[in-house]
Structures are given as structure tokens and as C-alpha cells.
């Protein structure tokens, strides 16, 4: 039984010695070729039960408890935990406020821009007092015809935000303070409240194309209103700071000094020295399930980088078979990098609509690499608040659990 102990009579799985108890005692154990399954609600999906400084919006993320579960209980405070694919910074974010050193890697450059400034923390005064030198009236030059989001006002303030941005970071002279005011911008592009720069569209975490805003809009008899870039800015920065306490601050602030962000490729991150990781936890991309480019084409174009060439790099893969010989590359690299009885937590989900289970095919994928695979925990969860947008009843469409199949690298 690769050193588990049963969940069943304990309510806890134990991996060499090391406890990991579920939130009900009714964990079950399937054996399947000698690789243990533990499936229950190991922790809570509940909405706001993490850290404030997560409420971010990125397709295809994971809630700060998966992370958290695994850091608690496979890391102490100084340990180096890192995500290869590390999208909106989940993984970083919340390896850093239990105290843990961070590198974080994605060949999209988005994640760098959404996660560094959430360590780096400037005060609500210094983001105010930016906010407040920057000059709005001066007209800027418009590259493409955003009317079809924007009440023509907050246009103006967007594209003089946007060539603000990119002057300072063009000369080397962005500071922690503009990366977290570029880091709220990009969130706040589009949305489906009067929280965000647009008019009512679709969720944060993908735009819509222009055409099809135009037809939304048509559906809905709506025009694009005046929103205050500056106070939509500052009020969703008083947000994500609101529940931190002050060792959290210290935490984030601490692992921004020795913090890594990277954009290579998972299968080859030079910059990681070898045997320097003592925790993975990561979710790759899922076959071709999400369409980054077209997700992301609006946030790009506001940070000035080329969503083709961006998605030319990200690992899509239309069959398993590519997607396994993709993910061995991976798997090989983390090898490398993980200290002998480090750990490797790689979650997977299901998709075709369950009809292929990742979980299944990527045990034997770490094996090859040289990991034992020590377990696949499934933690069964309700939809919340962004499945409900969708109007997605629950377990019926969609990533209906969290699958994590937990590796460890021998001695």
C-alpha cells in the first residue's frame, strides 16, 4: 500500500509517517494496481475561506485550499514550493503566506504580471498617491475600437493607464506600486459587474471577442457606462488587501525578496538549480480544454504582449497521447529539481465529460520519470459562485472534483 494507512477507520491519510486528515471521517480507500485512491472532502470549496489577496480571476484555477492542504502538511516555514504552471499564482501566493520560499514559472507572462505584485504588497496609500499623479485628459492614440466595453471616458483613462504602464516599463523605471496598479487593471478589464471597467459581459476569467460583445449587448439593450478607473482600481485594491493580518503581510513582503517567476517552458526551467524543491503543487493544462488566446486576447492587448505567440507556447494537446508524451518531459524536469523525498502533487480532473480521467493516465507517467507514486486523492466538492454564473447545475458539466495524485522522489 506505498506506506498508507487506511481513511476509512482514521479519517486521515498518512504518508510515510505524515498526517493528512480529511474534513469527514467518511474518506474511502480503492486500491487500483497497488496505488491507493482516497476520495471525500478533504477540504472545504467554500467561497471567501482563503486569504483575500486570492481573489484574482484566471481561467481554469484551482481554490487556495489545495495548495494550503498540501503545504501544511508536506513543507516547513524556509522549504521552496514551486508551480510550473503557475497561472494566476495560486500555488505561489499561498505558499507565501504560510511562509515558504516561492519559484513560480509560466510560459504565459500574464501569471508573473498577476502574481509578483501580490507579494510585493504596496500600501493603499502608495497605490493611492500613484493613482492619483497619473494624467487622464491628454488624449492617447486608440489601436483598436474598444467602444463595444467602454463608455468612451473610461477608454480614454484606459489607454492613458496602458501607455503610462508600458513608458515605465519600457525605461526600467515600474516600481512595486505600478506592478500592483498594472496587476488590478488587468483584472478589473471586463465583467459581469459594475465593479469592472466594461459594460455587463461574461465572466472575468475569459473575454468576450468584440462580435460578440456587439451581439450581447444588442441582447441585453445595453450601453457601456462611465466607470472611474482610478476608484475602481484603489476600491479593488482595499479589497484583496482587506482580511490580510499582519504576519501575512510579513509572509508576502519576506518571500518577494527571494522570490522566482519565470516564462520557460515546464520541460526546461534552467534557472532552477537541481534538487531545490521540496514541494510541487501545480494543474497543467487539460488537452485543449481551455482556449487561452481567446480567454486572454483583451488582458494581453492591455499589457502589450502577442496572445498568438503566447498560446503558440502553452502546451494544448488534442489527445491523451500527445498530452502524455508532453507531460513525461514535465515530469522528467521536476525530477531534476526535487530534493530526495520531496514531493510532486499534480492535479488533474476530468474531462470529454468524464469520460477520460488524467488522474489515471499521469500515475504512470511520474513513475516512468523515477517518482513513486504514493496515492491519488480525490477531494469531492459543490459548485459555488462561478459555476452557478454558467447556470451549471451541480456534477453535471465541467471539473466536477479536484484530482491530485501525490508522487514522492526517493532517497
Not at 516561492?102 to 505584485?117: E, G, K, R
Not at 514541494?279 to 493544462?285: E, K
Not at 499521469?362 to 477531494?379: K, L, R, T, Y
Request: hydrophobic share 40%.
Amino acid at each position: 500500500m506505498l506506506g498508507f494507512e487506511s481513511a476509512q477507520a482514521t479519517g486521515s491519510l498518512r504518508v510515510a509517517g505524515t498526517s493528512i486528515p480529511s474534513r469527514r471521517a467518511r474518506a474511502r480507500e480503492v486500491t487500483t494496481q497497488d496505488i491507493p485512491v482516497y476520495q471525500g472532502e478533504l477540504w472545504t470549496a467554500l467561497q471567501r475561506q482563503a486569504s483575500s489577496i486570492h481573489e484574482i480571476s484566471y481561467r481554469a484555477c484551482y481554490k487556495p485550499q489545495l495548495p494550503a492542504y498540501f503545504i501544511e502538511r508536506l513543507t516547513e516555514p524556509g522549504d521552496m514550493v514551486y508551480d510550473p504552471f503557475s497561472g494566476r499564482g495560486t500555488t505561489a501566493v499561498e505558499a507565501a503566506l504560510h511562509g515558504r520560499c516561492v519559484i513560480a514559472n509560466d510560459v504565459n507572462p500574464l501569471s508573473a504580471i498577476l502574481t509578483q505584485p501580490r507579494l510585493e504588497l504596496p500600501s493603499i496609500l502608495q497605490i493611492e498617491t500613484r493613482l492619483n499623479t497619473l494624467r487622464f485628459k491628454v488624449k492617447q492614440h486608440r489601436d483598436i475600437d474598444l467602444s463595444m466595453f467602454y463608455h468612451r471616458d473610461t477608454e480614454r483613462e484606459l489607454l492613458a493607464l496602458r501607455r503610462y504602464l508600458t513608458l515605465r516599463r519600457d525605461d526600467y523605471t515600474e516600481d512595486a506600486t505600478d506592478r500592483w496598479i498594472r496587476m488590478v487593471a488587468t483584472n478589473r478589464l471586463t465583467g459581469h459587474s459594475p465593479g469592472f471597467f466594461s459594460v455587463y459581459t461574461l465572466p472575468p476569467n475569459q473575454a468576450a471577442s468584440p462580435e460578440n460583445q456587439i451581439k450581447i449587448n444588442e441582447r441585453l439593450k445595453q450601453k457601456p457606462a462611465y466607470r472611474d478607473v482610478r476608484e475602481l482600481i484603489l476600491r479593488k485594491s482595499m479589497q484583496l488587501q482587506g482580511r490580510l493580518t499582519p504576519q501575512q503581510r510579513t509572509n508576502l513582503q519576506a518571500a518577494a525578496d527571494s522570490a522566482t517567476f519565470m516564462d520557460d517552458s515546464a520541460a526546461s526551467t534552467l534557472g532552477i538549480p537541481t534538487a531545490a524543491v521540496k514541494l510541487t503543487v501545480t494543474s497543467p493544462p487539460f488537452l485543449d480544454v481551455v482556449q487561452y488566446a481567446r480567454d486572454n486576447w483583451l488582458r494581453c492587448w492591455f499589457n502589450e504582449l502577442d496572445a498568438a505567440e503566447i498560446a503558440a507556447r502553452i502546451t494544448m494537446c488534442s489527445t491523451v497521447s500527445h498530452w502524455s508524451t508532453a507531460m513525461l518531459d514535465v515530469f522528467r524536469e521536476l525530477y531534476r529539481v526535487t530534493v530526495p523525498n520531496g514531493w510532486v502533487a499534480f492535479e488533474v480532473g476530468e474531462v470529454r465529460g468524464g469520460k477520460i480521467k488524467l488522474d489515471e493516465v499521469v500515475a504512470p507517467i511520474g513513475i516512468s520519470a523515477g517518482f513513486a507514486c504514493m496515492a491519488v486523492a480525490i477531494n469531492a466538492q459543490k459548485f459555488t459562485k462561478t459555476a452557478n454564473i454558467w447556470g451549471v447545475s451541480n456534477n453535471s458539466k465541467g471539473t466536477n472534483s479536484n484530482r491530485i495524485v501525490l508522487f514522492r522522489k526517493p532517497v
